[in-house]
């Protein structure tokens, strides 16, 4: 690769500091719940209901603070969220550990990956405080937030540089990839019902009040506070007692 070459690719580099989450398709109310839980006592007579698109009412809500207190969580599986998401790469890592979605990602095999790599914002705390299970993040100094950032750019920089040079020399996209590293980002599609975005919710959120706190990595609940943000006008009762209760999964 020349030098040229190797400036333009440098130049066309992009960093960011923050995630894209977008809802593209949704089948998801509170009515949803409603009508699977009256089933179990009232059977064929919900069939109206369900299939008439009624939505839920003031009325409605003790039953779903019951269910959501006394953890009856099927009810609350009828239901379907696609979201699209783009962020680095380690926050997939840590997504895809929750067994109760199904997800596709972009492959590096089948394109050319784009150079946009995360770096730490001003506003990212640096310094680790405390022991596992029982620590906070702390600012960082100026120095260290600016050292963050200088070797964050200069080592991507780098490493799309030698992927470009791979690639130029006819090296297949799946081996050049294996110089990127984990801040580049990537997309996918990740599709979930309401019960196991509560619970994705429970462990990648950090709010006061929650039965069993949780101490997530700033980047991935950057992702799970704009999937809330989506998700709790659709169901608001669903949200709303979801945080009275403590914000457990049913």
Known sequence: MSRKVARVASEQIEFRSDVTVELVRHSASDADVL??????????QTLEAASSGAQASERDRGLINYLMRDRHGSPFEHNSLTFYVQAPIFVFREFMRHRIASYNEESGRYRELRPVFYVPGPDRKLILVGKPGAYEF?????????????????????AYESYQRMLEAGVAREVARAVLPVTLYSSMYVTMNS??????????????????????????????????DLWAPLMPMTAETFDQNGRVAP
Do not use: W, Y
Request: charged share 30%.
């Open 195 to 228: 019960r196991s975005l509560m619970n994705f919710l429970s462990l990648r959120t950090k709010r006061e009040g929650t039965h069993f706190p949780s101490f997530p990595q700033r980047e991935i609940e950057m992702v799970a506070e704009k999937m809330e």
């Open 138 to 158: 702390e600012e960082g100094t100026p120095e260290q937030t600016a050292l963050v950032r200088d070797e964050v750019v200069a080592v991507c920089t780098a």
């Open 35 to 44: 009508f699977a839980a009256r089933v179990s006592t009232q059977g064929e």
